[in-house]
């Protein structure tokens, strides 16, 4: 059973980076047809792409994130890790790490809980 959990602070000022991470169990990162992903969900709308990261270390970004958007990886540990730069109070979200499958159906197949972010002085 696959397990992703995220982790970092819940509350981040304007202008600053947020940074979190998420720590996979149960499988590693580095296995082949699996994209690693950050979703993010701001209050009262949908889910919003921001990047994954592949099992080689290729990384993928949303184009309007890409600017402030960095994804890495610890393969030791197998954790991956979302910065965000220059966060503004509309991008206070719950932010969700996810694995997709890809390769046959394309879907997320294991998420983590969430991660309440407020970005606020």
């Known amino acids: 059973q696959v397990q992703l959990q995220e982790s970092g602070p819940g509350l981040v000022k304007p202008s600053q980076t947020l940074s979190l991470t998420c720590t996979v169990s149960?499988?590693?990162?580095?296995?082949?047809?699996?994209?690693w992903s950050w979703i993010r969900q701001p209050p009262g709308k949908g889910l919003e792409w921001m990047g994954a990261?592949?099992?080689?270390?290729?990384?993928y970004y949303s184009p309007s994130l890409k600017s402030r958007t960095s994804i890495s990886r610890d393969t030791s540990k197998n954790q991956f890790t979302l910065q965000l730069t220059s966060v503004t109070p509309e991008e206070t979200a719950v932010y969700y790490c996810?694995?997709?499958?890809?390769?046959?159906?394309?879907?997320?197949?294991?998420w983590g809980q969430g991660i309440q972010v407020t970005v606020s002085s």
């Open positions: 149960g499988g590693s990162i580095t296995t082949n047809h699996y994209l």
């Open positions: 996810a694995r997709l499958r890809v390769g046959g159906p394309y879907e997320y197949d294991y």
């Open positions: 990261i592949g099992s080689s270390g290729t990384t």
